[in-house]
């Protein structure tokens, strides 16, 4: 059975940074694709930034240019880098693992930010 599991978040400030992690618990090249995924209270969960197999990202037009995903292989890790956030990127931080016609979560990690 494929797990993940995130960690890394925690409370923050607008403006400041936080680096979730999401454990893999396979080779992430058995994946077509891991991705980050957030959900705040009373909506969707909305897709935040993924990493296929060839290393291509791909990131939601509220993030671009503030988060930044990468993986260590190695580690069976796929990172995701917060940075300049703001409150409205307060939410829990799901991380998905996709292979064809099925897909993976982790149970989430919350992320607030608040001054």
């Known amino acids: 059975q494929v797990q993940l599991v995130e960690s890394g978040g925690g409370s923050v400030q607008p403006g400041e940074s936080l680096k979730l992690s999401c454990v893999v618990s396979?080779?992430?090249?058995?994946?077509?694709?891991i991705s980050w995924y957030r959900q705040a209270p009373g909506k969707e969960r909305d897709f935040v930034a993924s990493?296929?197999?060839?290393?291509?990202?791909q990131y939601a037009d509220s993030v671009k240019g503030r988060f930044t995903i990468s993986r260590d292989v190695a580690k069976k890790t796929v990172y995701l880098q917060l940075d300049s956030v703001k409150a409205e990127d307060t939410a829990i931080y799901y991380c998905?693992?996709?292979?064809?016609?099925?897909?993976?979560w982790g149970q989430g990690t919350q992320v607030t930010v608040s001054s």
């Open positions: 396979e080779n992430i090249f058995d994946f077509n694709s």
């Open positions: 998905r693992a996709d292979i064809p016609f099925r897909y993976y």
């Open positions: 990493i296929n197999v060839n290393g291509i990202t």
